[in-house]
């Protein structure tokens, strides 16, 4: 093989490395994921976030990729050489709930959104004291 | 010169002005940070049902006692409104130790004389809850006569009294003092009501002691005890000692027992309506919290 073929296949080589590596962050980047609710907020007077929630991508070229929740295996969703998908779930929560988007194999985290859980404080306050009251 | 009115009007509002003064002044007690049961969470209802067994017994001679086999109870808390059984009120300063109420609570002593009286029902107090004597007395004591006609009972209004209440916490101990004024128009007298409760034992069970003194005016007791032009009684004053068992069960579910004597003061027992200067309720059973 003389010196040209070698560079050629060099950057040949080179250039796919690259270009793989590229076009792999260019979903990272180019896979777009949201969710709503983005925020549920829990009372003194609630336990659980019982809501549905609405997840939507995209991505500028077509994907073959899974939806996932965090902690919830039983939950997947898939497409297969989609460029937008939407996914629709009811959920019972009371902890943040983490969705991802995942290669087929579900090894490859592409895009990752959040239905935050806030608890507002209690403020409790004291009983009425009233020992002048037979019953306490 | 002032009137007597106006002399009493003026030592009422001296008491508030000094209750107001002196409320901030108690020593710590562990703060209202988790759901115990004298902390509460604003905006909620809380009921509770006793199903047991008890008696108040009728200080009216001839009268009927009153069996205590139900008794429910409740209370709204919100931010600062509260409503406590027949009670409602504002709270006006808080803190661990201490707090300032404005509250406004039934006058107990109609019933004596009214069987239908909310208060004979929720058992707010153990000093006034009688059963009437629906047929009027047949004599009178003390003294009074009329020579061939019994002295009706009177049928007195639902009157409300109002005043500031301040409670406090001093090393185990919690103290309460109330100072009231009816302001329904029936009577326009006052009353204060002080009490103090001692913990005994605190474990798997609670056993609290507690006393206290009521004082009404001579207004208050003329409209409810008063002869007319035969007996016109002055002030009184009417101590009392509790003592109360509560044991929590499984649950929602807890025992309590309870035993409430109370003096009547002598322009209450000396009335004509009145046969005997003592006042016992007793009662025990279970309870349902909710």
């Keep these: 093989m003389n010196r040209h073929n070698l560079i050629f296949w060099g950057l040949l080589s080179l250039t796919s490395t690259l270009g793989y590596h590229y076009s792999y962050a260019a979903n990272d980047a180019g896979v777009e994921l949201s969710v709503s609710p983005r925020v549920c907020t829990l009372t003194s007077g609630d336990k659980q976030c019982a809501t549905s929630v609405h997840a939507q991508w995209s991505s500028p070229t077509p994907e073959s990729l899974c939806l996932v929740i965090v902690g919830r295996p039983e939950i997947k969703h898939c497409w297969e050489h989609y460029a937008e998908g939407t996914y629709s779930i009811d959920l019972i929560f009371d902890e943040d709930q983490i969705f991802q988007l995942r290669d087929l194999p579900l090894e490859h985290v592409l895009a990752t959104a959040a239905v935050r859980v806030i608890k507002e404080a209690v403020r409790l306050r004291h009983r009425r004291r009233d020992p002048w009251n037979v019953f306490n | ?290």
């Design chain 2, 1 to 290: 010169m002032p009137t007597t009115h106006a002399k009493r009007t003026l030592a009422y509002l001296g008491t508030v002005l000094l209750t107001i003064l002196l409320a901030p002044y108690a020593s710590a007690n562990p703060s209202c940070t988790d759901a115990r049961q004298d902390c509460v969470v604003p905006g909620k209802w809380n009921f509770s049902l006793s199903l047991g067994a008890g008696l108040r017994i009728n200080p009216i001679d001839d009268g009927k006692n009153i069996p205590l086999i139900v008794i429910p109870q409740f209370s709204y808390y919100g931010k600062r409104f509260f409503i406590d059984n027949l009670d409602a009120g504002v709270t006006l300063f808080e803190n661990d130790a201490s707090t300032l109420n404005f509250v406004a609570s039934p006058s107990y002593d109609r019933v004596y004389f009214v069987r239908s009286d909310l208060q004979n029902f929720f058992v707010p107090s153990g000093s006034n809850a009688f059963s009437i004597a629906h047929n009027p007395r047949d004599s009178l004591q003390h003294g009074f006569t009329s020579g061939s006609t019994a002295l009706p009972l009177p049928r007195p209004r639902i009157s409300y009294l109002a005043g500031p209440e301040w409670s406090f916490t001093i090393a185990n101990l919690t103290g309460q003092v109330d100072i009231l004024h009816e302001f329904t128009g029936n009577f326009h007298g006052e009353e204060i009501r002080s009490a103090l409760q001692i913990p005994l034992i605190k474990s798997t069970y609670n056993l609290n002691a507690g006393m206290g003194v009521t004082w009404k005016s001579a207004a208050l007791v003329n409209y409810y005890y008063g002869g007319g032009p035969l007996y016109r009684p002055g002030s009184a004053l009417n101590p009392f000692l509790k003592i109360g068992y509560q044991r929590p069960l499984s649950g929602k579910w807890s025992f309590t027992a309870f035993a409430h004597y109370e003096y009547l003061g002598s322009a209450i027992a000396k009335s004509p309506y009145i046969a005997r200067a003592q006042v016992l309720t007793f009662f025990a059973g279970f309870v349902y919290n909710h």
